[in-house]
T-cell receptor, first 115, second 119 residues
Framework: AQKVTQAQTEISVVEKEDVTLDCVYE???????LFWYKQPPSGELVFLIR??????QNEISGRYSWNFQKSTSSFNFTITASQVVDSAVYFC????????????FGGGTRLMVKP | GAVVSQHPSRVICKSGTSVKIECRSL??????MFWYRQFPKQSLMLMAT?????????EQGVEKDKFLINHASLTLSTLTVTSAHPEDSSFYIC???????????????FGPGTRLTVL
């Protein structure tokens, strides 16, 4: 069975601070994909990134960066110089080959960026 | 690209009535669509997976006679909540992916959600 754990249920930072959202996953499958989604107050989940299990390269996209470490089964997400518009719930999700296209979601981390 | 729409965005209905929610992939063909339910301050709970032209696969504990899912075309799936009751009030979200459902490289793109309130 698969499991995704986002230990931080809520994080509050002040604008311009850097913040890291943790994600730890469990699976026995050697082929899998990891995702991060953002859910702003409007409710729509916005796709941020997909990473496959064979690609451990870290990725940077603007103020966002992701650190994939297979050794610790973690896929952490860092926002640099946070902004109020970053306030949202962020979900980490896992998809494995044996589960077809099904996603296993973490519990989500609510990020509040204060001005 | 990869836009998914849902209609309606918000619906209020009386107990005992049925409500239909539509999910459309606007710029791609969605072989597989998923329906989720989300309670306040909680994560998404998968209700069912539907592949175009075949019956939906429901997750354990989800009543298929209560939540009717139809995926008649590659761009449209519908969820009908039959004989809705207050406990069915929730945020329903659909997602769609282009792959055949078993290809592990496909990403799910989510609709904006439908907030259902049953009085």
């Amino acid at each position: 069975a698969q499991k995704v754990t986002q230990a931080q249920t809520e994080i509050s930072v002040v604008e311009k601070e850097d913040v890291t959202l943790d994600c730890v996953y469990e699976t026995r499958d050697t082929t899998y994909y990891l995702f991060w989604y953002k859910q702003p107050p409007s409710g729509e989940l916005v796709f941020l990134i997909r990473r496959n299990s064979f690609d451990e390269q870290n990725e940077i996209s603007g103020r966002y960066s992701w650190n994939f470490q297979k050794s610790t089964s973690s896929f952490n997400f860092t926002i640099t110089a946070s902004q109020v518009v970053d306030s949202a719930v962020y979900f980490c999700a896992l998809r494995v080959r044996d589960a077809g296209n099904m996603l296993t979601f973490g519990g989500g981390t609510r990020l509040m960026v204060k001005p | 690209g990869a836009v998914v729409s849902q209609h309606p965005s918000r619906v209020i209905c009386k107990s005992g009535t049925s409500v239909k929610i539509e999910c459309r992939s606007l710029d791609f063909q969605a072989t597989t669509m998923f329906w989720y339910r989300q309670f306040p301050k909680q994560s998404l709970m998968l209700m069912a997976t539907s592949n175009e032209g075949s019956k939906a696969t429901y997750e354990q504990g989800v009543e298929k006679d209560k939540f009717l899912i139809n995926h008649a075309s590659l761009t449209l799936s519908t969820l009908t909540v039959t004989s809705a009751h207050p406990e069915d009030s929730s945020f329903y979200i659909c997602s769609a992916s282009e792959g055949l459902g078993t290809a592990h490289s496909d990403t799910q793109y989510f609709g904006p959600g439908t907030r259902l309130t049953v009085l």
